[in-house]
C-alpha cells in the first residue's frame, strides 16, 4: 500500500503542527521542493501537502511561491524577534501612527504589527498603541485593495514581474484601462493623496511609472525576476517626485509667498531641491526642480491668495484659470 492510500497520521486537531512542520521543510529547501518530497519527510499524502501549502497562504497569511513544480517560502516571512530600548520603540510606533493618520482604509498588516508591538511595550506606550488600534479599526476594509497589497508585496519581496490590469485617472492624459507588464521597485504611502503607490519599471511604455494601488483591478504574479537598477537611480529618482509621481520631466518652479505666510514657509524644507530667499519687503521667493506639476499644483492652491506663481508660465497660466472659475463659482 502506498503511502497516498494510507489513512493520514496526523488527526484535525494536529493541523497546525502539520502545517509547521511543512514551513520548516519549505525554510530548509530556499530554492523549493516538490511536493510529493515534502509529503514523504511530513508523512502524509501528497494530496494533503497541496491542501496546507493553500492554506498557509490564504488562512495563515505565510506567503509561498511556486514554479516549475517546486514550492518555497518567502525568505523573510519570519522574521527574528526585534529588541528596542524604549526611544526606538517610540520612534517606531510614530512612524506607524504616521501611517494610521494617512490611511484611509483598514490595514490588517499594520494591526497585526501594532498587536505584536503593544505586547512588549512599556505600560504607557502599549496604551498608545491600543488607542491607535481603536481608531485604525474604524476605517473601512477593502479586501480587494488589502489582496492587491499583499500580492505586490510578495513580487517586490522576489523580485518578480507582475502583471496589472489598470484604469488610469480620468484626468490624465491617458485616461484608457490597459494592461501592464511592471517589475515592482517600490510601495510609497502618499501624503497628499493618502494613498499607497506602486512605482516600477513598466515593461509595456520601456519607463519608469507611477501606479496608485486602489486604481489596480487585477494583478498576477509571473515566474519571471528581475534585478534592481545598480546605485540609486530609483531613489534618486524618487527624491525629483514633490510626493510620489517620479515619472515626470524635471521642472523648475518659482513662486513668491506674501509677508504674512513668509516665515512660516520658511521654517520647513518642503523639497530637497529648494532654495529660498527673503526679499525687501519681506516677501519670499521660493524655487525647486520638480517632476511635473501635477502634485505641487494641489500644494499651490492650498496657500490661497498668499503665493503667487512666476515660473513656469504654463503652471502660471492654470493656477490663474483655475482662481477665476472659483471666484465666479463664489460670485454666482
Known amino acids: 500500500m502506498t503511502l497516498e492510500d494510507e489513512p493520514e497520521r496526523f488527526g484535525k486537531r494536529d493541523r497546525l503542527a502539520r502545517m509547521l512542520r511543512v514551513v520548516t521543510v519549505l525554510r530548509g529547501h530556499p530554492d523549493g521542493i516538490r511536493p510529493p518530497e515534502i509529503a514523504r519527510r ?37 522574521l527574528p524577534p526585534l529588541k528596542l530600548t524604549l526611544d526606538e ?21 499594520l494591526a497585526a ?10 505600560r504607557p506606550l502599549a496604551e498608545h498603541v491600543e488607542r491607535t488600534l481603536d481608531v485604525l479599526a474604524q476605517h473601512p476594509r477593502d479586501e480587494a485593495f488589502s489582496e492587491h497589497v499583499h500580492r505586490l508585496t510578495r513580487a517586490w519581496a522576489e523580485r518578480r514581474v507582475v502583471t496589472l490590469e489598470y484604469e488610469p485617472a480620468q484626468y490624465g492624459t491617458d485616461a484608457t484601462a490597459r494592461r501592464a507588464v511592471v517589475r ?34 487585477d494583478v498576477a504574479l509571473t515566474p519571471r525576476t528581475f534585478e534592481l ?10 527624491r525629483r517626485a514633490w510626493d510620489i509621481i517620479a515619472d515626470q520631466p524635471p521642472t523648475t518652479v518659482v513662486l513668491r509667498f506674501s509677508p504674512a505666510v513668509a516665515a512660516r514657509v520658511e521654517e520647513a524644507t518642503w523639497h530637497a531641491s529648494q532654495r529660498v530667499q527673503r526679499e525687501d519687503d519681506g516677501s519670499l521667493t521660493w524655487r ?45
Open 42 to 78: 511530513v508523512g502524509v499524502a501528497t494530496r494533503t501537502v497541496y491542501r496546507d501549502l493553500r492554506a498557509l497562504e490564504e488562512e495563515v497569511g505565510v506567503a509561498v511561491w511556486s514554479e516549475g513544480g517546486v514550492w518555497g517560502v518567502v525568505g523573510e516571512e519570519f
Open 89 to 109: 520603540a517610540m520612534a517606531v510606533v510614530l512612524s506607524a501612527r504616521l501611517m494610521v493618520r494617512y490611511a484611509d482604509k483598514y490595514d490588517p498588516d
Open 113 to 122: 504589527a501594532f498587536e505584536k508591538l503593544e505586547a512588549v511595550l512599556p
Open 184 to 217: 515592482p521597485y517600490l510601495i510609497e504611502p502618499s501624503l497628499q493623496t493618502h494613498a499607497l503607490y506602486l512605482i516600477g519599471w513598466d515593461e509595456t511604455r520601456n519607463a519608469l511609472r507611477t501606479f496608485k494601488i486602489e486604481r489596480i483591478r
Open 229 to 238: 537598477p545598480v546605485g540609486d537611480g530609483v531613489e534618486a529618482t524618487l
Open 288 to 332: 525647486a526642480t520638480v517632476a511635473g506639476t501635477i502634485e505641487i499644483r494641489l500644494w499651490i492652491l492650498s496657500w490661497g491668495d498668499d503665493v503667487e506663481v512666476l515660473e513656469p508660465t504654463e503652471l502660471r497660466a492654470d493656477v490663474t484659470a483655475t482662481m477665476q472659475r472659483a471666484l465666479a463659482r463664489y460670485r454666482g
